[in-house]
């Protein structure tokens, strides 16, 4: 698609629901990043995924928290037994494979889904 | 480590007036350096990007942003805001393909 797609875009959910968010890269993006915004916070790296190399986790903030990649396109983040403390906006980024250019290197965000946890 | 660092948490300028935000960084080698914004509500946008060559770089709406080696600066600028300029700014540098961002700084216009 045109730009880095993410759903849903709001989703409340009760404390120890499990949670799935989806998002869509744009199209030949070899890289997906997750990224999480607390409320009036900067951002946080989550996880990392390129092309077929094995993801870097190391921003998960709990085992709660995972994620995966189907052929390399589309990532699901799944947070299992949610908490209060997990509500936030999570982003979504992609980009280009290397830096071949410097013209259409960088990094497109979706717009995120919010979450809120009560 | 690598870091990126905004020193100011809010701004606030008048509209018509210029702006600068300040963005520094720490980093080993030559960094690739960008700056998004986010308006309320709204996801992030790449607003400019540095990678080599001229240290001036345009970017969209009427934004620049300056790269300073010897300062480990970039920083942003825009010679006249207006009031759909009020959101929120971050400077990020790229580190491995992973991106290390900086707190961000509130932009705040005066009518």
């Known amino acids: 698609g045109a730009g880095v797609s993410q759903s849903p875009s709001n989703k409340v959910t009760e404390k120890g629901k499990d949670v799935e968010l989806r998002c869509d890269p744009i199209s030949g993006h070899t890289a997906l990043y997750w990224y999480r915004q607390s409320l009036g916070q900067g951002l946080e790296f989550l996880i990392y995924?390129?092309?077929?190399?094995?993801?870097?986790k190391s921003g998960l903030p709990s085992d709660r928290f995972s994620a995966e990649r189907t052929g390399g396109s589309v990532s699901t983040l799944t947070i299992q037994r949610t908490q209060q403390e997990d509500s936030a906006v999570y982003l979504c980024?992609?980009?280009?494979?290397?830096?071949?250019?410097?013209?259409?290197?960088?990094?497109?965000f979706g717009s995120g889904t919010r979450l809120t946890v009560v | 480590a690598q870091s990126v660092t905004q020193p100011d948490i809010h701004i606030t300028v008048s509209e018509g007036a210029s702006l600068e935000l300040r963005c520094n960084y720490s980093?080993?080698?030559?960094?690739?350096l960008f700056w998004y914004v986010q308006s309320p509500g709204q996801g992030l946008q790449l607003l400019l990007k540095?990678?080599?060559?001229d240290t001036l770089v345009q970017g969209i709406k009427g934004f620049e942003a300056e790269f300073k080696r010897s300062q480990s600066s970039f920083n942003l600028r825009k010679p006249s805001v207006h009031w759909s300029d009020a959101a929120e700014y971050f400077c990020?540098?790229?580190?491995?393909?992973?991106?290390?961002w900086g707190a961000g700084t509130k932009l705040i216009i005066k009518p």
């Open positions: 980024a992609s980009s280009p494979p290397v830096v071949s250019s410097s013209t259409n290197y960088g990094y497109t």
């Open positions: 990020a540098v790229d580190s491995n393909y992973q991106l290390i």
């Open positions: 980093y080993g080698a030559t960094p690739y």
């Open positions: 995924f390129q092309g077929n190399s094995a993801p870097d």
């Open positions: 540095y990678f080599s060559g």
